[in-house]
């Protein structure tokens, strides 16, 4: 499950200036190993001057659709998302982890679904909208925010969907940095927009989920606002988006135990260990032992190294992906815990 597989580039599309599809040709005897749930994502490994790099992009195609594709928007200063723009050509092979992520859908009937996104957090929602509108009968109200019109993802996909689902799809743009008319629609999606949104387009619909994807200050604000005109929390889920390079916090903690770690992925169970005082996350120790372990952003986003927490005690220092329900059943973010007790089991398998 968490093994690299080498795939090659079967087409690669310029999105906008700054942004390119990449769609992959999975072999066939892979097909099995790369069926994915709307909203989920692929993660990416290259070497970059010695360096192992790994990066996440979620998946916007429709779950039955036979091509894979993920779009890769240029960050300043990313070391892949800067090579994707130009270095990779048509039929070059990539590394790649089989989908993975908890940021996902399964669609029901006679339902609306509201989806509120920014920027490249249109990517993952873009395959739910596809979930929805293919699989269900349900409507669908999506609430979207970028700079320009120009820079704006996935423009024509969407027109299309809206032309094709004309009752079933409602689209909102919201314009941060270009003149607009209507002055709900100018400007980022913050509190005051969606609390008008909700009173006039929301509150009489009967919502089965919202869905954010975005930075993390516009998922706040978005989640709050919901909570606050009480719509439950177990129907609000959002993926915080990451850019290469970004540390959301640089805070540090230490083990305060020696403490031994058994961890098991794909049936295999390896041990290793943390000494008191030693700055390193499970997952930290895991790689330093030379163990393979399923990983990408390490910032507690992604979710890639989500784990469940068979024995012992951790504390996590960032948590931006795993949702209550989760943490009840005992799931950590192995790159975010620190050991709390001198004996720690992991499992990947669950």
Not at 287 to 296: C, E, F, G, H, T
Request: glycine letters at 6%; aromatic letters at 10%.
């Amino acid at each position: 499950m968490y093994k690299f597989h080498k795939v090659k580039i079967k087409n690669i599309q310029q999105e906008t200036n700054d942004a390119v599809i990449w769609t992959l040709d999975v072999p066939e005897y892979y097909k099995g190993t790369f069926i994915w749930h709307a909203g989920q994502h692929l993660t990416f490994k290259k070497m970059i001057d010695g360096e192992e790099i790994r990066r996440s992009y979620s998946i916007l195609s429709a779950t039955k659709s036979d091509e894979i594709k993920i779009l890769i928007k240029k960050i300043v200063d990313g070391k892949f998302s800067q090579a994707a723009q130009s270095e990779y050509e048509i039929g070059q092979t990539i590394e790649v982890m089989p989908p993975t992520g908890h940021f996902s859908l399964s669609s029901q009937n006679d339902k609306t679904y509201a989806f509120f996104a920014a920027g490249s957090g249109i990517t993952p929602i873009m395959s739910m909208i596809y979930e929805v509108l293919y699989n269900s009968n349900s409507q669908i109200n999506l609430y979207y925010g970028n700079s320009t019109v120009e820079s704006t993802l996935l423009k024509r996909q969407l027109t299309d969907l809206k032309d094709e689902f004309q009752q079933r799809l409602s689209i909102s743009y919201f314009l941060s940095q270009e003149p607009i008319d209507i002055a709900l629609f100018s400007g980022r999606i913050d509190k005051d927009k969606v609390n008008k949104i909700f009173d006039k387009e929301l509150k009489n619909l009967d919502v089965v989920g919202y869905y954010l994807c975005g930075p993390g200050g516009m998922i706040d604000e978005v989640s709050k606002v919901l909570m606050e005109n009480n719509v439950s929390s177990k129907i609000i889920h959002s993926e915080q988006f990451l850019s290469e390079g970004q540390v959301i916090t640089d805070k540090q903690k230490t083990a305060k135990v020696d403490s031994g770690v058994m961890v098991t992925i794909d049936g295999v169970t390896s041990h290793y260990e943390i000494k008191e005082g030693e700055e390193k996350t499970l997952l930290d120790a895991a790689l330093d032992a030379k163990i393979k372990m399923p990983y990408s952003c390490k910032a507690g986003v992604c979710a890639t190294c989500r784990c469940k927490l068979r024995e012992g005690q951790v504390e996590m220092i960032n948590n931006y992906s795993l949702e209550d329900w989760e943490l009840e059943k005992g799931y950590i973010l192995s790159c975010q815990s620190i050991p709390k007790t001198k004996k720690i089991s992991i499992d990947y398998d669950c």
